[in-house]
């Protein structure tokens, strides 16, 4: 897979820059901090909305990152937790983050396609290269001009995407006529193994994987058990695919009352939890690979058909996108 990532990361990007030419060029990071950033840090408490309920797995990492932004800053910067989707939808906090309404959110680069379209490339990119090759500061330089807001780490770095269905799969031909519920950071994916993909909420899957309304799901590979999926499926389909974007941002209005060490603080908070989550989701995916087998979900793997079908995918999308 790791060719893949690559070859989409290249796709992504180069996308990226044509938007950006048309657009008249990248927007430079700006910041109010004093000269020098020598300014005393004064106590700030931000609040924290995430794009999923609290105790989520897409959340681990959260009271990491908010010990880290606490120890760092000297005890400076206090993050609280504001909320989850009941207190702003999942598909509205770009808004909020953009309006300021938000101080810090924790969601996913997939959320925000609609301010920053080219970001539906971020599930085919690697973090740790990003870091070392411009990517990020690109990428943070499209969240300033776009969403007001600042790009502080991938926090779910090494986690992945699989398919999980009720009936046995033994080839592609296989999903044709199938409902997957699905999200639209793979939802073409799935449609473009012949499947039909509808939107079903997380916790509407259940029930309708009990009725057969639908007959598998896609979700990251660490986390069905957080709704009692593997209750009602019985195959989880390998290999992985993409990389679960799961990120954390603050809005420019919070970021500019803060100081240069307190910024600091923050970005190297988002940068330590990013390295740390690569280790964290290598073992913690084994651990739940080997949990569900336990309880009676098969793993079935397609290699090369698999890799295909996600080529043909890439294929037509660098053609839309160019």
């Not at 950071?185 to 012949?194: D, T």
């Not at 009725?211 to 499926?233: A, C, F, H, M, T």
């Not at 098969?298 to 660098?318: A, G, P, Y």
Request: aromatic share 10%; glycine share 10%.
């Amino acid at each position: 897979m790791g060719k893949l990532k690559q070859l989409g990361a290249m796709i992504g990007f180069t996308a990226c820059v044509v938007c950006l030419t048309a657009c008249g060029g990248k927007q430079a990071q700006t910041s109010n901090a004093g000269a020098g950033g020598t300014e005393e840090s004064k106590e700030v408490t931000l609040k924290l909305f995430a794009a999923w309920p609290e105790n989520n797995s897409n959340l681990i990492d959260m009271d990491k990152f908010i010990q880290k932004v606490d120890e760092k800053s000297n005890h400076t910067v206090q993050i609280v937790w504001g909320g989850g989707p009941e207190a702003i939808p999942s598909n509205q906090l770009a808004e909020a983050i953009k309006n300021g309404v938000v101080d810090v959110a924790w969601t996913a680069h997939t959320y925000n396609v609609s301010h920053i379209p080219v970001m539906e490339g971020m599930k085919l990119t690697d973090a740790d290269k990003m870091r070392s090759n411009g990517g990020f500061e690109f990428v943070d330089d499209l969240y300033v001009k776009n969403l007001n807001a600042h790009y502080l780490g991938n926090v779910t770095n090494g986690l992945t995407y699989n398919l999980y269905t009720k009936k046995e799969i033994h080839s592609l031909e296989d999903f044709k006529g199938l409902t997957i519920r699905a999200t639209p950071a793979y939802q073409a994916f799935v449609e473009s193994l012949g499947a039909g993909a509808v939107n079903t909420s997380a916790g509407e899957a259940y029930q309708a994987l009990e009725r057969n309304v639908i007959q598998g799901y896609g979700w990251p590979s660490l986390g069905i058990k957080d709704y009692g999926w593997q209750e009602v499926s019985e195959y989880i389909i390998e290999p992985a695919f993409y990389t679960v974007d799961v990120a954390v941002f603050i809005s420019d209005k919070a970021w500019s009352g803060l100081s240069e060490e307190q910024k600091n603080a923050l970005r190297e908070a988002g940068k330590e939890v990013e390295e740390e989550a690569q280790t964290y989701y290598k073992d913690a995916i084994q651990k739940d690979r080997e949990e569900l087998i336990a309880e009676g979900m098969k793993v079935i793997t397609l290699l090369m058909m698999w890799r295909r079908s996600i080529w043909n995918w890439l294929t037509r999308r660098r053609g839309r996108m160019c």
